[in-house]
């Protein structure tokens, strides 16, 4: 059984509501289609259901099991535009305003459904910017308590690999921070062992990647991952956790073992920290592309509830993996 096919299976143990807001876009309907046909989540789809259900018809899609909200009739859209105002009232938010937006924006509809209890978690991106995606999440359901930063991974599943958890790793932050302090990636690195013990059931090992290792090359690039590495041992000390790695010295157990004798890390690595976004970005389209893995995100972290993004070059397949792990972190959420 796949990777997927396990979180899958995890989903299906107790069935989360998921919204997915891009109806506009037919990768949204198909990704419905699966996920109800194998059980993984109940599906809530915002838009006009007259035009929803004949998109699905021209593509030959199966969304009857999908419940389908229109903001324009819903009788739950005007608690929304009061809670949304209240919420954004010191911001300046106004009635009419936050109609229109919750109109016409369905992103801001999606994360108003999950604050108010009425979804578990929203999966959108497919066709919004992450900008796009998470500036209503932060601005509604804010930060989840005791996080210092949100920040965003790829679940990269390599096939027929011996690195990291059987080819499963943790890439991060590859979707968001754009070029974090060494306070900020001690945060990420935290987080993104948290999200791969929720997601891979394996005990995170992480490495704080750099094109130096263990001082093989001086720049201040080298001493940002060397000071984040300093910081992260310090808060973090029940972690597996070491650098400033090369990528190789990070994942391969004979490099490794050259480059930094004596590191319980070097060459075991499945969480993967980048120095900054270029690197993050980077490096998961390489193994996406070229190593034919298989990428899920970019997913959030320290988000108050899961809410999660898309690569806009994402399938519906993808949309379907991405909803599997939305619904383990939603999971994570009632315990």
């Given amino acids: ?23 506009e876009d037919m990768r949204t309907i198909e990704a419905t289609d699966k996920i109800l046909k194998e059980g993984v989540a109940k599906i809530i789809l915002i838009g006009n259901e007259e035009e929803i259900n004949k998109k699905a018809a021209e593509g030959g899609f199966d969304i009857s099991g999908a419940t389908i909200v229109d903001p324009e009739t819903s009788d739950k859209t005007q608690a929304y535009i009061d809670k949304f105002v209240e919420l954004r009232a010191k911001k300046g938010m106004t009635p009419e305003k936050a109609k229109e937006i919750l109109h016409t924006q369905y992103p801001y509809y999606g994360v108003m459904m999950v604050k108010m209890g009425d979804a578990d978690g929203m999966v959108s991106g497919a066709c919004h910017s992450t900008a796009d995606t998470l500036r209503p999440c932060l601005q509604i359901l804010k930060t989840k308590p005791g996080t210092k930063l949100v920040s965003a991974f790829f679940l990269i599943v390599v096939p027929d690999c011996e690195y990291g958890a059987n080819g499963a790793f943790v890439f991060a932050d590859s979707g968001l921070n754009q070029n974090p302090t060494p306070e900020e990636l001690s945060a990420i690195a935290a987080s993104s062992a948290e999200s791969f013990q929720l997601l891979v059931e394996e005990e995170p090992i992480v490495a704080m990647l750099s094109h130096s290792t263990k001082g093989s090359a001086k720049h201040a690039d080298v001493d940002k991952m060397v000071e984040a590495t300093r910081i992260a041992k310090e808060e973090h000390p029940e972690l597996k956790l070491d650098g400033e790695f090369q990528l190789d010295a990070a994942i391969v157990p004979s490099v490794g073992a050259s480059k930094a004798p004596g590191s319980e890390v070097a060459g075991k690595a499945n969480v993967l920290v980048f120095p900054d976004l270029d690197a993050g970005n980077i490096g998961y389209k390489l193994a996406q592309r070229l190593g034919k893995a298989e990428a899920y995100g ?38």
């Fill in 1 to 23: 059984m796949g990777f997927v096919d396990l979180l899958k299976e995890r989903a299906k143990k107790s069935i989360k509501t998921i919204v997915l807001p891009e109806t």
């Fill in 298 to 335: 970019p997913v959030t972290q320290g988000i108050a509830k899961p809410v999660n993004d898309l690569s806009r070059g994402c399938s519906a397949d993808d949309i379907v993996g991405v909803v599997a792990i939305t619904a383990v972190q939603c999971q994570a959420e009632d315990k």
